[in-house]
């Protein structure tokens, strides 16, 4: 009897659809439909393997031999063959269609047509939805999702024996299958219809079963977010995070990371609203700012141009108007950043504290944007990722202020291009690529007193008068000058320039309050002097003999004679204090101290010299190996 619209299924226990009830099947047995198709189970299990085996190279001659093996185990009974060839036989009365399982010379052939197995009308659907996903026809997706799950019976080839075969296929099924899941989830969050709250029981149930996968977790994040669940979503997070560190020692990929800037950024509203609170944490602009205009300008041109470099970095000496410049340049630009404005001090030079390292950096801007500390990732890169994540899509200016190198400020920059950083620094920082850099020198003697005037309130300080030299014409040395000024009405600018020619050293009378010089310069000189790197010891050195030797330049060659070490590394040091600006190169190979820094030497110069057990003051002059 020939059964119309046979159907093959092994998306489960392998079974037959179509036709009607099979004679002898057993008594009271009323076949299930699926699909409007009834369904024939195969109950006999040595039937139900030898169909599926057949099932497996549908199409392609199965020899005996494989077959009495998936039958028997690799141990055929001595019956095996006349067993073998009465399975047949049941299994044709079966199927019902003449010519449907032909003997071949070596086996059996079962012929399937298209379409008749359901792996096969599986496989067209999830090519169907991987087209649509391609195309961002996210309905389409959700139907052919559906369709081809609703194929699913249970674990395909399922209650067979291993001898049976097919393990390839079956995690190739398998794998499939989660991966429609995720399709129709995406689909879902992306059509946004009133069903997301019913993809959640879903979600958690896959997320529990699979707990490395990160699709499901990105999924029920993004579905307990905008079904006004934030809280669970940030637990959902953290949980998958901690559990990636400790099984894998990895972070989140991409994917999760920017659901995770979802949810951080929205209020966990059905309408989605924005939690988002624009930073504004630039501290006051110097309230007195003179001159500089042409620098000023530039700085704002490479900020706000369309072809904006990856950073600006502001570099020169202690006390110079790095910050001050920064600054003012930074609240000059407000309206451009509309997506606000993030300060952050590194520290390099602050007396008695070490440089923010690049993990403390990235969680304090990290936690200035709202994410809680618990939800900071632990390694750098994700950390950084994080950064960028948040702030790719906004106009934000990153203002990172006392730089100490550009490894520190490299994890920290944003890759959005409406986005803005301005880098201080002693260095300029020339490993930065791409960095767009402005070196500050010093005041000039017009603008110098134009400082003065306008921090002290004297009107007469004039271009020639002797403050202006003997302040450097640094902004940092001039303001502690006019402070004293403004501090004692009587305290005339001529007497002041007075004390300042009769002390054994200016900068006792530059300091005043929080203001000081010194203290500027001692964080540089402190910093090359506990460091581990022999440039920087030497470098440090090489400022004391300075100050003892008083003369107007210096180069490698004649410091190496003074010095007795090879010329290469006396080019090294002086190389590296013209790097953190306690030098300037005025011209190849030529090396000058800045007024205050020479000052500033040659008080190190009279302090016993810490790596010689003579205690020696450069009389001799002084070899680095001594160290």
């Excluded at 706000?304 to 600006?312: C, E, I, L, P, Y």
């Excluded at 790719?392 to 890759?415: E, F, M, N, W």
Aim: some cysteine.
């Amino acid at each position: 009897m020939t059964r119309r619209g046979l159907r093959f299924g092994l998306l489960g226990t392998p079974v037959l659809y179509g036709g009607e009830p099979i004679a002898g099947e057993p008594p009271g047995h009323t076949p299930c439909t699926r699909n409007g198709a009834p369904v024939l189970p195969v109950t006999s299990p040595k039937l139900r393997t030898l169909l599926a085996v057949l099932l497996l190279d549908a199409g392609r001659v199965v020899s005996v031999d494989a077959l009495k093996d998936a039958l028997w185990g690799g141990a055929p009974p001595v019956s095996a063959l006349p067993s073998l060839h009465n399975h047949v036989a049941r299994l044709r009365r079966l199927l019902g269609e003449p010519g449907r399982l032909v003997t071949a010379p070596t086996g059996y052939v079962l012929r399937v047509d298209d379409g008749e197995l359901d792996v096969q009308v599986f496989d067209a659907h999830v090519s169907a939805a991987r087209a649509a996903r391609a195309e961002g026809d996210w309905e389409r997706v959700r139907r052919e999702c559906r369709a081809a799950l609703g194929l699913w019976r249970g674990s395909p080839l399922g209650g067979l024996a291993p001898e049976v075969g097919g393990y390839a296929l079956v995690r190739r099924l398998e794998e499939a299958r989660l991966l429609l899941h995720e399709w129709r989830y995406d689909a879902g969050l992306a059509l946004g219809d009133d069903g997301l709250a019913d993809l959640v029981p879903e979600l958690s149930a896959l997320a529990a079963e699979h707990p490395l996968r990160e699709a499901y977790h990105r999924q029920l994040m993004l579905a307990l977010h905008r079904t006004g669940r934030q809280a669970e979503a940030l637990v959902v997070h953290r949980d998958l995070r901690a559990r990636l560190a400790d099984e894998l020692g990895v972070e989140p990929g991409q994917p999760v990371r920017e659901a995770h800037v979802e949810v951080l950024r929205g209020s966990g509203t059905r309408d989605g609203a924005s939690r988002w609170v624009r930073p504004a944490q630039l501290p006051p602009a110097p309230a007195h700012f003179v001159g500089r205009a042409d620098v000023r300008e530039a700085v704002a041109r490479a900020l706000s141009g369309t072809d904006a470099a990856g950073a600006v970095v502001v570099s020169g000496t202690a006390g110079v108007g790095k910050s001050a410049l920064a600054l003012q340049v930074a609240h000059g630009l407000e309206e451009r950043f509309s997506g606000g404005q993030l300060y952050l001090d590194l520290r390099a030079t602050e007396p008695g504290a070490q440089p923010l390292t690049s993990e403390e950096a990235l969680a304090s801007l990290l936690r200035d944007l709202g994410v809680c500390s618990g939800d900071v990732p632990e390694h750098p890169d994700a950390a950084s990722a994080l950064l960028r994540s948040l702030l790719a899509p906004t106009r934000t200016l990153l203002v990172l202020d006392d730089a100490a190198s550009a490894a520190q400020v490299r994890p920290l920059l944003p890759a959005g291009p409406g986005c803005g950083v301005l880098v201080t620094s002693r260095s300029a920082l020339t490993a930065l690529d791409g960095a767009a850099r402005f070196p500050l020198r010093p005041l000039s003697d017009e603008e110098s007193a134009a400082l003065l005037r306008t921090a002290s309130g004297r009107d007469g300080i004039t271009a020639r008068h002797p403050l202006v030299a003997l302040s450097g014409r640094l902004p940092l040395a001039l303001r502690v000058v006019a402070a004293r000024l403004a501090a004692r009405r009587a305290l005339t600018p001529d007497a002041l320039a007075a004390q300042l020619t009769g002390a054994d050293s200016r900068l006792d009378l530059l300091d005043y309050d929080d203001l000081g010089v010194r203290r500027s310069l001692d964080a540089a000189f402190d910093a090359l002097t506990v460091s581990e790197r022999r440039t920087d010891q030497d470098a440090a050195l090489v400022l004391r003999l300075i100050g003892a030797l008083d003369q107007p330049a210096y180069d490698a060659p004649s410091l190496a004679r003074l010095t007795g070490v090879d010329e290469a590394r006396a080019e090294a040091a002086l190389e590296r204090l013209a790097d953190v600006a306690l030098l300037e190169e005025t011209a190849y190979g030529r090396f000058e101290p800045y007024d205050l820094v020479r000052d500033y030497a040659r008080e190190r110069a009279a302090e016993p010299c810490a790596h010689s057990a003579s205690g020696c003051h450069f009389a001799s002059g002084c070899h680095f190996a001594s160290a």
